[in-house]
């Protein structure tokens, strides 16, 4: 089970960390990925860590670049995205989920996800 947390309302420029804590033994053995769905928008991939932390992959979006770094802590059973100089335009809600890290570098649905959290971002 995959739990989101972290979001709340922040203003334009700011940062923010958002956690995915995984429950169960398992957690170690997927890679986990986090989304974001807009308002009246498709839901849009970020980024995927391995399940090892040492490899991870970027959505190659333009406006993503350089803002966006995923992480995990397998001690925790938690996994990190940490973004920057936050948009207006970032305003989403923010889901986490596991799968394969090739399933995610395929852009296939992953299996499992969690419960998002709400990212607003004030201008």
């Known amino acids: 089970q995959l739990q989101a947390s972290g979001g709340g309302l922040v203003q334009a420029g700011d940062s923010l960390r958002l956690s995915c804590a995984a429950s169960?033994?398992?957690?170690?053995?997927?890679?986990v990925g986090w989304f974001r769905q807009a308002p009246g928008k498709e839901r849009e991939f970020l980024a995927a860590v391995s399940w090892s932390g040492d490899n991870t992959y970027y959505s190659r979006s333009r406006s993503l670049k350089g803002r966006f770094t995923i992480s995990r802590d397998n001690a925790k059973n938690t996994v990190y995205l940490q973004v920057i100089n936050l948009k207006p335009e970032d305003t989403a809600v923010f889901y986490c989920a596991a799968d394969s890290f090739f399933q995610f570098t395929i852009g296939g649905p992953p299996r499992y996800w969690g419960q998002g959290t709400l990212v607003t971002v004030s201008s």
């Open positions: 169960g033994p398992a957690f170690s053995n997927y890679a």
